[in-house]
């Protein structure tokens, strides 16, 4: 098994579901008492949320840069970030370092592209839903999807940032979800994908009334086959 390398910490919530998440992946893959290799540097996220300015994300890209180079240097082959926000910074991470990384839209796009999905909603922080950064890789795989609402932008920043980052999972998020999910839906939208790490907290990704497409367990599957020798 190669040796992979995980920028963590934003939040400790999403890295603990990918802790658990690869580690089954590779049990499954090998056996019962198999565990995955893992190099992991958990970040502050104090000083990584919330970002508006382009001097605050230049900062993070350097924050994430240096993590990168220490995770190659101390032994990592591969590289993922556990983070669906943070991959703004990507190509300045992947830059700075010469081994590969895993963006987690491409797998999310090459997924949806399998099963053939080309129409979906993105739902996520800010960031994510606003920005071209993350949707621009999704169109790439043939994904049409819907414009963000301002109001929905609103409503999962609120939950995001209030609750889920820090461990919270509250009905009020859960019927929020649901509601912003159906709504997409009566939109025009064929799937979800989940672009953000710790929705899952309050979103059924198996019981839905759309598919769900969620971006840190697709993620971690991809690493996982990655660190069984497959190349993205």
Request: glycine fraction near 6%.
């Given at each position: 098994m190669r040796k992979l390398g995980l920028i963590g910490g934003m939040s400790w919530v999403s890295t603990r579901t990918y802790y658990e998440c690869i580690n089954l992946q590779?049990?499954?893959?090998?056996?019962?008492?198999?565990?995955?290799?893992?190099?992991?540097?958990?970040?502050d996220f104090r000083s990584l949320y919330g970002l508006q300015s382009e001097e605050e994300w230049d900062r993070?890209?350097?924050?994430?840069?240096?993590?990168?180079?220490?995770?190659?240097?101390?032994?990592?082959?591969?590289?993922?970030?556990?983070a669906n926000s943070m991959h703004r910074v990507y190509d300045r991470v992947a830059n700075a370092i010469d081994i590969p990384v895993l963006h987690i839209a491409?797998?999310?796009?090459?997924?949806m592209?399998?099963?053939?999905?080309?129409?979906?909603?993105?739902?996520?922080?800010?960031?994510?839903m606003t920005e071209s950064f993350y949707r621009q890789r999704l169109v790439r795989h043939?994904?049409?999807l819907l414009p963000p609402e301002m109001d929905?932008?609103?409503?999962?920043?609120?939950?995001?940032?209030?609750q889920l980052m820090v461990?919270?999972?509250?009905?009020d998020a859960q019927r929020a979800l649901k509601t912003i999910i159906t709504q997409k839906e009566q939109a025009g939208a064929k799937a979800i994908v989940l672009a953000c790490?710790?929705?899952?907290?309050?979103?059924?990704?198996?019981?839905?009334v759309l598919p769900i497409y969620d971006s840190a367990r697709i993620h971690c599957e991809a690493a996982a086959e990655w660190i069984f020798g497959r190349d993205f």
């Open positions: 590779v049990q499954k893959r090998a056996d019962a008492m198999s565990s995955a290799p893992l190099l992991i540097e958990s970040l993070a890209a350097v924050t994430l840069s240096d993590t990168a180079q220490r995770l190659e240097a101390a032994g990592a082959e591969g590289l993922i970030i556990a491409d797998c999310v796009g090459r997924r592209a399998a099963d053939k999905v080309t129409n979906a909603a993105l739902i996520g922080t800010r960031n994510v043939g994904i049409d929905t932008v609103e409503t999962l920043d609120r939950f995001i940032y209030d461990g919270k999972a509250t009905r790490t710790e929705l899952e907290m309050v979103v059924d990704v198996n019981a839905n």
